[in-house]
């Protein structure tokens, strides 16, 4: 059972590496990619669980990209994780994070939430700090009902706490990932609020770049979206990925491995002539 695709508290998932992997190895997984948002700061803790489940761990990292004015994210995958541009470049969008939520933090004091950033940054604890974490804290002062109402009047699109984010371009990610020996995957192509026309211009633009697999199956795709992926699949030649993208056990309708299995038509992502698991 395979699942190549996950979050831990190195980003914003809710459990640790090794909780993650002990899950995984629980639910009968057998081959797991930990793929952080821009982090590979996981993939140690990672890769010393998997060792004690006699589970094969995939170095994975899921990264953030600026395309069009909208957010791709490609998910590189076994990978060497002491490269260098991979580590630059990483290292480069946490601190594009950083520097956001030093901006919220400033935007959300002129609403009157005070010390945002600090607070914000203690709440995130050892992980990544995001959008959700102003969320709460605009409750806890009152200032908001519940996250969802923070979201809409200060955190979304067009609303006084929301700092637009220029991430890195879809070139860029590509050349990191095929510098450091990894295989690049467009991920979850139905996960983006796109139209179908913007879908397969991704997928298109993805291909154009030089990228190689794309993501047909995850905890939330249905049978008619992954035949539709199939299909952009075939027509630009990439191989095919699958992942449940699960971030924590609250997401009680998706389970680590619980994937349909990929479409015969489509060359799987470990048996790309680039797919070197071990290292
Ligand atoms: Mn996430
Ligand atoms: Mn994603
Ligand atoms: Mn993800």
Redesign the pocket.
């Known amino acids: 059972m395979i699942d190549l695709h996950c ?1 831990s508290t190195a ?3 809710r459990l640790t590496p090794s909780e993650l992997v002990a899950r995984a190895a629980a639910f009968g997984v057998t081959t797991l990619a930990l793929t952080d ?1 821009d982090t590979v700061d996981g993939l140690s803790a990672a890769r010393r669980a998997a060792a004690e489940h006699g589970m094969t761990l995939i170095n994975g990292v ?1 990264i953030s990209v600026s395309w069009q004015r909208r957010t791709l994210h490609i998910v590189s995958l076994a990978f060497d994780a002491d490269a260098e541009s991979l580590r630059a470049g990483l290292a480069g969008l946490q601190r594009t994070r950083d520097a956001r939520a030093r901006l919220i933090g400033e935007r959300l004091s002129r609403i009157g939430l005070e010390d945002g950033f600090d607070r914000a940054t203690a709440l995130a604890g050892d992980g990544q700090l995001t959008r959700p974490h102003f969320a709460r804290l605009l409750v806890e002062d009152g200032l908001c009902r519940d996250t969802q109402d923070a979201f809409k009047r200060y955190l979304r699109p067009g609303k006084p706490g929301y700092v637009a984010i220029e991430w890195t371009s879809l070139d860029d990610s590509i050349r990191w990932i095929h510098e450091a020996g990894g295989i690049s995957v467009l991920a979850h192509p139905f996960g983006y609020r796109f139209s179908g026309a913007w879908r397969r211009r991704a997928v298109a633009a993805f291909a154009a770049a030089g990228g190689q697999a794309l993501e047909i199956c995850t905890g939330r795709s249905n049978a008619d979206q992954e035949s539709q992926a199939a299909r952009d699949a075939r027509e630009y030649g990439l191989a095919g990925s699958l992942g449940s ?1 699960f ?1 924590g056990p609250e997401q009680f309708w998706l389970a680590l491995g619980r994937l349909h299995d990929l479409p015969r038509s489509i060359p799987p992502v470990w048996e790309h002539e680039n797919w070197q698991p071990n290292r």
Do not use: L, Q, R, V
């Open positions: 979050h980003s914003d998932g948002h899921e993208d971030h």
